[in-house]
């Protein structure tokens, strides 16, 4: 691989880490606009992100190397993941794992920050893993079937080739089955990523808590690292909503004005997608535990009609 194709994923991921925090800004500022609140600075979670790392860490005597290593397992799979996934340019650093291994880090942070939840012996920790390990059960059918969806019309599962084929194959492959698989997918986005009507990510309610019950245990800087990833992981949805699904506009060649048009065209999703999830929050409570799984079911109803259009409509 040419040494500028390098530099540029080294860059797209840069810019997926960097934006990551923007995003939950983006988010809390158009919730606050719609609730008629001023609300916090666009980059307030810069700012929480820096004071927690100044801070030093405080570990139950309980806990074991599992609490020490998690925060870093964490956002390790999470910078990893980004390498997967294109941003702005196809281009990714594909040969290191594709559609399926994207799950799987995915899965991998999930694993450790339950763990880590259960390490201490909490009360909290406990149910937040607990309810977390349900969720994730029941939407991950879900993701491997949209991504299956992809790989059919595609003919492939590198991330990094199936935007490519879909940018070049202009409006054909619009259709029943990339429709419901982006439906399927951005329900699962909302659970995966802990927001309404899921979880509510800024109570600290304990009984009502998945989320931010498995962080009760975290402070200072190993607190900070468990934030970051958890921004990085809603970044990374965000992106591979668009651009597995609906990619049009990412480019696809290292050119100047396709990189311009490739970037602007991501900013512009991104924040658009950020501001939807936002309106949804807004407009919507969350959903009680025990009602969760129909939505969840939903989802994986979506996604396999998706796989069922593409058979019936290659049928025809």
């Not at 001023?38 to 927690?52: E, S, V």
């Not at 040969?95 to 920050?113: E, P, Q, S, T």
């Not at 498995?214 to 591979?240: C, W």
């Amino acid at each position: 691989m040419p040494m500028l194709e390098f530099l540029f994923i080294f860059l797209q991921t840069l810019t997926l880490l960097a934006l990551a925090p923007l995003i939950i800004g983006v988010i809390r500022k158009t919730k606050a606009v719609l609730q008629s609140r001023k609300g916090p600075p666009l980059l307030q979670p810069y700012y929480d992100l820096i004071k927690l790392f100044h801070k030093g860490s405080v570990i139950s005597k309980d806990a074991s190397w599992m609490t020490t290593i998690a925060p870093l397992a964490c956002l390790i799979s999470m910078v990893v993941a980004a390498l997967l996934v294109p941003a702005f340019l196809t281009t990714t650093a594909g040969f290191m794992g594709d559609l399926i291994v994207l799950v799987y880090l995915f899965a991998n942070m999930r694993f450790f920050m339950a763990l880590a939840a259960l390490d201490a012996g909490s009360t909290f920790g406990g149910m937040g893993s607990s309810r977390e390990m349900m969720v994730s059960a029941l939407i991950e059918p879900a993701i491997l079937l949209a991504f299956f969806s992809i790989a059919l019309l595609t003919g492939t599962t590198s991330l990094s080739i199936a935007s490519g084929l879909i940018v070049d194959s202009g409006a054909e492959l619009i259709g029943p089955t990339l429709i419901l698989a982006f439906s399927a997918f951005i329900i699962a986005l909302l659970a995966e990523n802990s927001r309404i009507p899921f979880d509510n990510p800024a109570t600290h309610l304990e009984l009502t808590m998945t989320h931010e019950g498995m962080l009760l245990e975290y402070s200072g800087r190993d607190l900070a690292l468990m934030e970051y990833a958890s921004m990085i992981k809603l970044m990374l949805f965000m992106t591979i909503a668009w651009n597995a699904f609906l990619p049009w506009g990412i480019a696809t060649e290292l050119r100047m004005g396709s990189l311009l048009i490739g970037a602007g065209l991501f900013l512009l999703k991104v924040f658009l997608l950020a501001v939807i999830i936002a309106l949804i929050e807004s407009s919507m409570a969350k959903m009680r535990l025990f009602r969760q799984p129909s939505l969840l079911a939903g989802a994986f109803v979506l996604a396999f009609l998706a796989v069922v259009s593409y058979f019936v409509l290659e049928a025809m």
